[in-house]
């Protein structure tokens, strides 16, 4: 199963401009949003005070949906590039660094980079006991 959590301040610069075409910009990535297969998960994109926000999370059975979540992340690194933003992703079926780890994609300056969880990882025994055999 692939468990994701993410959040994101939509803004076209990494500076304050009163108008960055935000509208053009949250345009995109409605339509992006709305071009993808989106259907096990929550996803809201609203203004509030000013400034946009992206919430969006969700539990797919297969770790295949894991991509979608990164390519959803460069993507909007490419039309917002003063965005930022955090996803955080467990996989149990992972089987490189992040097995029995979360994983953090961090969203900042135009960029995407991987890091670890320094809170709910190693999921085992941190977020659920180890199982019994």
Do not use: C
Not at 82 to 88: D, E, R
Not at 90 to 99: G, N, T
Request: proline share 5%; net charge negative; aromatic share 16%.
């Amino acid at each position: 199963m692939l468990e994701y959590h993410g959040w994101i301040n939509i803004r076209g610069q990494a500076y304050f401009v009163e108008d960055d075409n935000i509208d053009e910009i949250v345009e995109k990535i409605q339509h992006y949003i709305n071009n993808n297969n989106w259907n096990n998960g929550l996803m809201s994109l609203y203004p509030t005070n000013g400034e946009y926000f992206l919430h969006f999370s969700g539990f797919h059975n297969h770790n295949y949906s894991a991509p979608h979540v990164t390519l959803f992340m460069e993507f909007i690194a490419d039309v917002a590039q003063g965005s930022y933003g955090i996803v955080y992703l467990y996989d149990d079926e992972a089987l490189d660094i992040f097995e029995n780890k979360f994983k953090v994609l961090v969203l900042k300056r135009g960029g995407v980079t991987e890091q670890a969880d320094p809170f709910l990882s190693p999921y085992f025994p941190e977020v659920e006991d180890i199982p019994m055999e």
